[in-house]
DNA sequence: CGACATCTCCGCCTGTAGACGGAGATGAAA
DNA sequence: TTTCATCTCCGTCTACAGGCGGAGATGTCG
């Protein structure tokens, strides 16, 4: 008998997953979650062998609520099944602990599969999200910010705001001096000519907090 | 009896509406399809009253088949049935001509009433959704580069690449004192205080060609 | 220890940016 | 026709940007 619990924001999508699993006689569901939190507290009182959870939800990712799990519980296989558009997340997913990751593309069939195989200790990942990690491991394509230390980042990154030396140093609690130093090195190392296309570049690479 | 048909591409989630629906003595699931097109076929085939209809799908949007399903049977009254996380495609999907806008978050009981709302011709709409709706209704938020003239537009787009005046003035064929005219206008107009900023406002809000 | 990277700051110099005020040419609108 | 917006250009001036070369204070690594 295995014991799974569901996690989903999506009540409907609850529904759908476990009309996958009612008709499999050694799967039982042990219980329902609707929240990050609400699966932490529902899977550490249940101690289900399996975990089906979301990512993407309201109260509590399903990323701190793997992590959270795992910390009181780490026997605990959990199974990532969410939509593809949240690819960013893969990465932090398989950090977090996740011992599978499926997509809600998925079959009733190959949910009940990876359900099995986790209890046996074998890992499933879907192919195009696999295709995706595979590309962190290989040699990563060199951006040319890179190079900047961690403290040319900063002042690139004020720059992407659109500050000045002035606001920068005031910023960075250092004198304009070292402020025109680093702007210096940064357009050398960006290979731009002014801070407009370090700006400009600076924006276009996601390096600024604020969109 | 009303007769609905469901579309969505994830199985899990199509079983998941119909465990909704499956309760409702009323309600008669005459179908599912798991692709715009598809739904099309679907549709136009069984003749459903109505139609829950996702919008992100593979082969052909939820949005394309709304229309080409009204195109032939235009008393349909489809129900867009969607994520929260897709909002730009909300008024496509009006425009489109589907019936209501409800969410995944959604409950059996809010499904079974829009289904039930729509054979009476009453439109459902989220309350989220709606009031992204209203927006669009209200007068427009003037963006500060609306009151910007054709020329320094041009302008701005050549800053937000990173240009320099120089440049600018090779680009378009004018002089540098005008670029320099037009890029004190701009700077005046967005109310930021030198090309850097100009060049992040331009990337911002997407006025940049090449991304 | 020495080599190296990083962060900090200095002076000097040139070029660009940008503000300010003025002005002619054009075309559309009242 | 007059008015207005737009595009074009001019001169002047100040401040900031950025290159160049130099240098002291760290901390790390072999």
């Known amino acids: 008998m295995i014991r799974v619990a569901v996690v989903d924001d999506h009540e409907m999508v609850r529904k759908g997953i476990i009309s996958y699993l009612i008709t499999e006689p050694e ?8 929240s990050g939190n609400g699966a932490v507290s529902l899977v550490l009182e249940k101690r289900p062998e399996v975990v089906l959870m979301d990512l993407l939800m ?8 793997t992590k959270e799990i795992l910390k009181e519980y780490p026997e605990c296989k959990i ?23 499926i997509l809600k593309t998925a079959t009733a069939e190959e ?10 200790g ?21 951006k040319p910010h890179d190079e900047l230390t961690e403290r040319e980042m900063e002042v690139l990154m004020c720059i992407g705001e659109g500050m000045t030396n002035q606001q920068i140093s005031e910023e960075l609690f250092i004198g304009i001096k070292t402020v025109k130093t680093h702007v210096s090195n940064i357009l050398s190392k960006l290979d731009v000519t002014d801070r407009t ?8 690479n996601g390096l600024v907090q604020n969109q």
Chains 1, 2 share one sequence.
């Open 27 to 34: 799967i039982e569901i042990v219980g329902e979650a609707n």
């Open 58 to 65: 309201e109260n509590g990712t399903g990323i701190d609520a």
């Open 79 to 101: 199974i990532i099944i969410t939509s593809f558009y949240d690819d960013e997340q893969v990465f932090p997913a398989i950090e977090a602990g996740a011992f599978s990751y």
């Open 111 to 120: 949910v009940v599969r990876a359900i099995q195989k986790a209890v046996a």
């Open 122 to 142: 074998e890992t499933v990942i879907e192919p195009k999200v696999a295709n995706r990690m595979m590309k962190r491991f290989r040699p990563q394509e060199r």
């Open 197 to 204: 296309q370090a700006a400009v570049y600076a924006n276009r």
